[in-house]
Structures are given as structure tokens and as C-alpha cells.
């Protein structure tokens, strides 16, 4: 799900949210209006459901995004899902209470007021950061000035930590583009991923696939095989090891299947790393000079 449609579900569910808690309010503030009371309890019943539809949805959506996240989560994200795990107990209370406990009904006011507060906070963390940034996102290219500031390290490291939240490396580093191509496909990323690839990222990225895809046109392969590799060492085992316990360890191929075989094990995710991925981290470390 695109971040505009993220942004626009949240607000959506705070609008809801907060046409549930003026009905609550109004009922309670004003007790004897029974001649709209029955046609407001309904619609504040129907709102309910509905927010509790969104949450839902909205919820299962955020678990999925961060599934792919591989790094640790930003303050920001920890608090986002912080603030919309805790929604959840404080809805099941509510339900339970308004229809199994009829005797705690008048405290259900104060648990709608909490309900309401942590669901405005909580679109305020994300549409709102939304909103703030995306006037901020545009489609970026190098010029011939970017060329000559731009590092292919740098590029390679920004691959890593941004494109593989939502994508294996071994789907990035196989695609053949040329440098249209890779220029709209990052614009377009950056757009769903709005606001975390700035313009900065936006170039490097771009800069650096454009020279992966130049070796690959220059018959180059074992170039691109060897950034594929040594990528993937980067990112997966470095959640665990130093690259200076990694690089010291002299092993043939056999030896680091066998280790990289038993670091998954250990891992214990069967998804860690495919096999394609395994014999790219092998073919590294086994060509490394020295070894």
C-alpha cells in the first residue's frame, strides 16, 4: 500500500475517530435529549465498527512493511508502532465492556476520550510526517556536475539500507536498465517510500546501478557478481559479526558453505537468504585475495 493511501486511511480513521467521540460526548453532556439519542447511539455503534475496520486494516499493513525491515526501526517508527499495538487491548476493553458489562458503561466515556487521543497521535506520526515531507519529494537525475561528487560506495551502502527493506539485493543488482530506465524506477520508489529516500539518496542510488549496469553491458559480470556479494555480506551478516572477524577467516568453499549454512541455522529464518544469495556471499569470500 503507497504511502498517499497509508496517509489518506489515517486521516480517514482520525475523521471516524472523531465523529465516534463527539456523538459520546454530546450524549453524555447532554443526557435528556432522548428525542436523537436512540439515531446517535446507532451512528456512534456504526463509526465504531468502522474504526475498528480500519485499525485492522491498517495495522496488518504496517506489520507487513516492517516485516521487510531487516535494520533496526527509527524512534519515530518505534513509537508509531508503539502507540498502535497499545490501541488494541483499549478497544477489546471497550467492546467487551459495552456488551458483556452493562454497570461500567459510564466509564467507557473515559476509554473513548484515550482511544481517540492515542489514534490522533498516532496519524500525526505518520500522515502528518507524510504531508510535512511531500512537498519535499521530486524527480531527481544526475547532471554531469552530480557525476563528479557522486561515490559508488556510498550508492552501494544507500542500496543496502533503503531498497532492500522492500526488495531482495540478488532482484536489485539482476535487473537490466539503462540509465533511463534506473532513473525512473528510483523516482518511483522514492515516491511509495516518501519520505525516507531523499534527493541525495535518490542520485547516489542511481548513480551507482547505472555503474553496476555499465560493467554488466561491458561484459564485466564477475564485476557485478562481486558487488552482489560483497552487498550481501554487508547486510546479512554484519547483523552478527564484524567484517574484520569475517575478512581474517581463510576458508575454502566448501568451508564457507558450511559456515554460512550454520549462520542461517542460527538465525533461525528459513527466508534469511536463498540459495542464490548463499552462493553469492560464497563466490565473494572465496575470491577474495588472500584467501
Same mark, same amino acid.
Given at each position: 500500500m503507497s504511502p498517499l493511501i497509508n496517509a489518506l !486511511?489515517?486521516?480517514l480513521f482520525t475523521l471516524i475517530g472523531a465523529g465516534a467521540a463527539f456523538i459520546m460526548i454530546h450524549l453524555k453532556g447532554r443526557s435528556k435529549d432522548r428525542a436523537h439519542g436512540k439515531t446517535l447511539v446507532q451512528a456512534h455503534r456504526v463509526l465504531g465498527y468502522l474504526f475498528i475496520v480500519l485499525y485492522v486494516l491498517m495495522v496488518v499493513t504496517m506489520i507487513i512493511r516492517i516485516s521487510y525491515y531487516q535494520d533496526e526501526l527509527s524512534p519515530r517508527? @518505534?513509537?508509531h508502532v508503539v502507540l498502535a499495538l497499545s490501541l488494541l487491548p483499549l478497544l477489546t476493553v471497550k467492546w467487551i465492556v459495552a456488551r458483556k458489562y452493562k454497570l461500567l458503561t459510564p466509564r467507557l466515556f473515559f476509554l473513548g476520550t484515550t482511544i481517540f487521543l492515542f489514534a490522533f497521535l !498516532? /496519524?500525526?506520526i505518520s500522515a502528518g510526517?507524510?504531508?510535512l515531507y511531500k512537498g519535499e519529494v521530486r524527480e531527481v537525475t544526475i547532471s554531469s556536475i552530480d557525476r563528479e561528487t557522486m561515490n559508488q560506495d556510498i550508492g552501494? +551502502? !544507500?542500496i543496502v539500507k533503503k531498497c532492500a527493506k522492500c526488495h531482495t539485493l540478488e532482484r536489485v543488482f539482476r535487473s537490466i536498465k539503462g540509465e533511463?530506465?534506473? $532513473? +525512473?524506477t528510483v523516482n518511483r520508489m522514492a !515516491? @511509495?517510500? $516518501?519520505? /525516507?529516500i531523499r534527493d541525495y539518496d535518490a542520485k547516489q542510488i542511481i548513480f551507482f546501478l547505472i555503474k553496476q549496469q555499465e560493467n554488466r553491458i561491458g561484459a564485466q559480470k564477475d564485476v557485478v557478481e562481486e558487488e552482489i556479494g560483497k552487498t550481501l555480506l554487508e547486510k546479512k551478516c554484519t547483523m552478527c559479526h564484524d567484517l574484520d572477524r569475517i575478512y581474517q577467516a581463510q576458508k575454502n568453499d566448501e568451508e564457507w558453505y558450511a559456515t554460512v549454512e550454520r549462520m542461517q541455522q542460527h538465525v533461525r529464518d528459513p527466508d534469511f537468504l536463498n540459495e542464490k544469495e548463499t552462493k553469492s556471499i560464497v563466490d565473494f569470500l572465496g575470491k577474495r585475495p588472500g584467501n
Open positions: !486511511l489515517g486521516v517508527a @518505534i513509537f !498516532l /496519524n500525526a510526517h507524510y504531508y552501494r +551502502q !544507500l533511463e530506465g534506473w $532513473t +525512473q !515516491l @511509495i517510500d $516518501t519520505p /525516507n
